[in-house]
């Protein structure tokens, strides 16, 4: 299984910036898929998930403001980051039962 980020870069505070998360593997429709964000100096934590019949949950601190969702028929996972805010600097990761992508960094500057 191999999972890829991509989308992540600078931003400045109040902006918006989209993550996607590839995946090859079978079944993937099947599975339940969450982003985690790890920050500077900070313990990996969990940011959002979506369920293979597509509910969703996330962290308080980005509710209102990211969306988690799905392409099945493209294996990929997606995750659309608005107003964000400095905090949010971190490294984010895909992930997919107990398989990791590789992180893509994104930078809120003030």
């Known amino acids: 299984v191999q999972l890829q980020a991509f989308g992540g870069g600078l931003v400045q505070a109040g902006g918006s910036l989209n993550l996607s998360c590839t995946a090859s593997?079978?079944?993937?429709?099947?599975?339940?898929l969450r982003w985690f964000r790890q920050a500077p100096g900070k313990q990996r934590e969990w940011v959002a998930t979506?369920?293979?019949?597509?509910?969703?949950a996330y962290v308080d601190s980005v509710k209102g403001r990211f969306t988690i969702s799905r392409d099945n028929a493209k294996n990929t996972l997606y995750l659309q980051m608005a107003s964000l805010k400095p905090e949010d600097t971190a490294v984010y990761y895909c992930?997919?039962?107990?398989?990791w992508g590789q992180g893509t960094l994104v930078t809120v500057s003030t």
């Open positions: 593997v079978s079944g993937f429709r099947f599975n339940s």
């Open positions: 992930n997919l039962m107990t398989f």
């Open positions: 979506i369920t293979s019949v597509g509910t969703t």
